[in-house]
């Protein structure tokens, strides 16, 4: 089992290079970083100076998407981070909810995520690609064949496929073993149906871990099922609430949602928190005790999850971060 923590842009530099040091030394084995340029500081800067103050851990966005940079630059950026730190990238993609959103946007359509991922990682190895805002063919000079890892985040059918057919790994911003195994099957399925190696698929779980009382948990949390709230009630809104192709229990939980603040998008100050019930928190995230959080992803790894992402927003950071290191981590790797 992978351990990986997930960083805000609100997150001083030197709290950052502290955090990531200290992650690092009790056994994390990723960093990643939202990517919305305009709720939080550009992400990418951050990673650089963190590859810094780190030798093993690997660095990516969690997640950016398609639409908010020229796909040289992107691919640009990707390559280059990966030559300095040694190989140690990778990258998150989604549609591009919040970064879009917030701007009055829409976000990428399902096959332009596909395209860019083939033509991206093709760019970033090296090779000359063509896309349809450049006129020229693009070919970085420089480049050393990097094999970019291309993570994708994905719930509704279309998009798990998708993260199937042409990724290296899915993200889930859920902590539920049974959902992520429902969401799991249906990328690896769709993969294989594609004619893919799926042996090597990652799937990443993203989502809060919190130690103490859990009411006290529950109060710190409670903005994530919000956060992907936002998420479900996309696919719901094309799918249909009685389509079979979500599952219940995400339909039942956004059915009093009354709408989301981008602005304060995975923030526990939003506004819109009224529907988030206490079972709900309990499954989307990983609250109480060491041994709690140890069931938890026991049952994780059982459904598939080959990540545990921590995202690390709640409070309690650093004590987070020691638990795991010292308690936690050493069961699944010691």
Same mark, same amino acid.
């Given at each position: 089992?992978?351990f990986g923590i997930?960083f805000k %842009?609100?997150?001083?530099p030197d709290r950052?290079r502290n955090?990531?040091?200290?992650?690092e030394?009790?056994?994390?084995?990723y960093c990643?970083?939202? +990517?919305s340029h305009?709720?939080w500081?550009e992400?990418? @800067?951050?990673?650089a100076?963190?590859?810094?103050?780190?030798?093993?851990?690997?660095?990516?966005p969690?997640?950016?998407?398609p639409?908010?940079?020229?796909?040289?630059?992107?691919?640009?950026?990707?390559?280059?981070l990966?030559?300095q $730190?040694?190989g140690?990238f990778?990258?998150?993609?989604g549609?591009?909810?919040s $970064?879009?959103r917030?701007m009055?946007?829409?976000p990428?359509?399902?096959a332009?995520? $596909?395209?860019?991922t083939?033509?991206?990682k093709a760019?970033v190895? %090296?090779?000359?690609?063509e896309?349809?805002?450049?006129?020229?063919p693009v070919k970085l000079?420089?480049a050393t064949?990097? =094999?970019?890892? @291309?993570?994708?985040g994905a719930?509704?059918?279309? &998009?798990?496929a998708t993260?199937?057919?042409?990724?290296d790994?899915l993200?889930?911003?859920i902590g539920d073993?049974?959902l992520?195994?429902w969401?799991?099957?249906q990328?690896?399925?769709? %993969?294989?149906?594609?004619?893919?190696?799926?042996?090597n698929?990652k799937?990443?779980a &993203?989502?809060p871990?919190?130690?103490?009382?859990? +009411?006290?948990?529950?109060?710190?949390?409670k903005?994530f099922?919000?956060m992907?709230g936002?998420?479900?009630a996309?696919i719901? =809104?094309k799918?249909g609430?009685?389509?079979?192709l979500?599952?219940?229990?995400?339909t039942?939980?956004?059915e009093?949602?009354r709408g989301y603040d981008?602005?304060?998008h995975?923030q526990?100050?939003n506004?819109f928190l009224?529907?988030?019930t206490?079972?709900? @928190?309990k499954s989307?995230?990983?609250?109480?005790?060491? +041994?709690?959080?140890?069931?938890?992803?026991? +049952?994780l =790894?059982?459904?598939g999850t080959t990540?545990?992402n921590i995202y690390?927003?709640?409070?309690?950071?650093?004590e987070?971060?020691?638990?795991? %290191?010292?308690d936690?981590?050493?069961v699944?790797?010691?």
């Amino acid at each position: 089992m992978e351990f990986g923590i997930t960083f805000k %842009g609100f997150v001083s530099p030197d709290r950052a290079r502290n955090l990531v040091r200290q992650a690092e030394a009790a056994g994390f084995d990723y960093c990643w970083f939202y +990517d919305s340029h305009i709720l939080w500081r550009e992400s990418f @800067v951050a990673m650089a100076m963190c590859m810094e103050h780190t030798k093993t851990m690997r660095f990516g966005p969690c997640v950016t998407n398609p639409n908010i940079r020229d796909w040289s630059l992107a691919a640009s950026l990707y390559a280059s981070l990966a030559h300095q $730190s040694n190989g140690r990238f990778d990258i998150g993609l989604g549609r591009g909810d919040s $970064s879009m959103r917030v701007m009055g946007k829409k976000p990428a359509t399902l096959a332009r995520l $596909s395209e860019f991922t083939t033509k991206v990682k093709a760019m970033v190895r %090296g090779e000359e690609v063509e896309y349809g805002e450049c006129p020229e063919p693009v070919k970085l000079p420089w480049a050393t064949g990097y =094999e970019l890892p @291309v993570w994708i985040g994905a719930y509704g059918p279309k &998009a798990l496929a998708t993260a199937g057919q042409v990724g290296d790994g899915l993200i889930l911003q859920i902590g539920d073993p049974d959902l992520v195994k429902w969401f799991k099957d249906q990328a690896i399925t769709a %993969g294989e149906e594609a004619g893919r190696d799926m042996s090597n698929f990652k799937v990443q779980a &993203a989502a809060p871990a919190y130690f103490g009382d859990m +009411d006290y948990c529950i109060e710190h949390t409670k903005w994530f099922p919000a956060m992907v709230g936002n998420h479900v009630a996309d696919i719901v =809104e094309k799918y249909g609430a009685d389509s079979g192709l979500v599952p219940k229990s995400l339909t039942d939980y956004i059915e009093k949602r009354r709408g989301y603040d981008y602005s304060k998008h995975g923030q526990s100050d939003n506004p819109f928190l009224d529907f988030i019930t206490e079972d709900i @928190v309990k499954s989307f995230c990983v609250l109480g005790t060491v +041994d709690d959080h140890i069931a938890r992803i026991k +049952d994780l =790894e059982a459904a598939g999850t080959t990540q545990f992402n921590i995202y690390l927003d709640s409070g309690d950071e650093e004590e987070i971060i020691a638990k795991y %290191g010292r308690d936690i981590i050493p069961v699944f790797n010691g």
